[in-house]
């Protein structure tokens, strides 16, 4: 089965890995053909050019940053024939944004769905990603086999949308979660709490998630690089994430907060690396006395 990957980010590339490994023939395609070509080496094609390789396969995958990204791609300047292919939109993107898109792409002949993932590199590279299909009963049936190559337990939402909505929902999660860790963290530190004690009570309690663990050592040695989800990506969904909630009239103060954190993040120069480096942030090393 021959298949398209557009955007080979940090996630794309891992995707398109997998799917290869699978056993699938894939063409991927980037903007900056320089982060395409080391997967070259690994037996994929590299288009030079958006349309070159959607029209390779009858599908397409989207890995990419945002919504306008997309449109750049799929409908700007020398625009891939969409007539009889589906694309399969994998990013964070708002319901409506999604729905749009959908709505173009039929327009063009194309099909239209979305399968956002939550989990990061090592696990799009295991094929234990958890993805959320937002389409029709028809087309999860039909693509069922393919998103088993990306997820053990492929998870049917709903109608285009439901799935993007329901992944602000886990991310806002993923944000929330490593700010009040990194605060927690902070003041335990500053304290001179032993910091494994914290930590055992910690996963004692009903506090706990699995994240703590698997941020700590970043934490600990402030080392934010090979990130598995970029700050600035995490800011990008943040701010996504506030726009809906208040379209929804949905309180957003404990999540508004986070905005300038990150962005003061990015300031100091760590937008690329792992969106844990909002410990920085939170718990500068300047003034930092920090005892394990």
Known sequence: MNVTLIGTGLLGRAVAERLHQTGRSVTVYNRTRSRAEPLKERGLRVAGSCKEAVESSDTTFLLLADAPAIRSVLFGKDAPDLVGRIVIQMGTIAPEESRSLRETIVRAGGEYCEAPVLGSVTEARSGAL??????????????????????????????VGKAAALKLALNQLIAAEIAAFSLSLGL????????????KILRESAL???????????????????PNFSTRHMLKDVRLILDE?????????????????????????????????LY????????ATESQ
């Open 208 to 226: 706990y998630a699995p994240t703590y663990d698997k941020k700590l050592p970043r934490l600990l040695e402030r080392d934010y690089t090979n």
């Open 245 to 277: 909630a208040e379209m929804h009239r949905l309180s957003t103060g404990g999540l508004a907060g986070l905005v300038p954190l990150l962005s003061r993040s990015i300031d100091q120069g760590l937008g690329d690396n792992d969106y844990s480096a």
């Open 280 to 287: 920085d942030v939170i718990h500068p090393p300047r003034r």
């Open 130 to 159: 958890l993805l959320l299909f937002g389409g029709t009963d028809e087309q999860f049936t039909r693509l069922r086999d393919l998103f088993h190559s990306l997820a053990t337990s492929p998870a049917y939402i709903g109608p």
């Open 188 to 199: 335990v530190r500053q304290e001179d709490v032993d910091v494994s004690l914290f930590m």
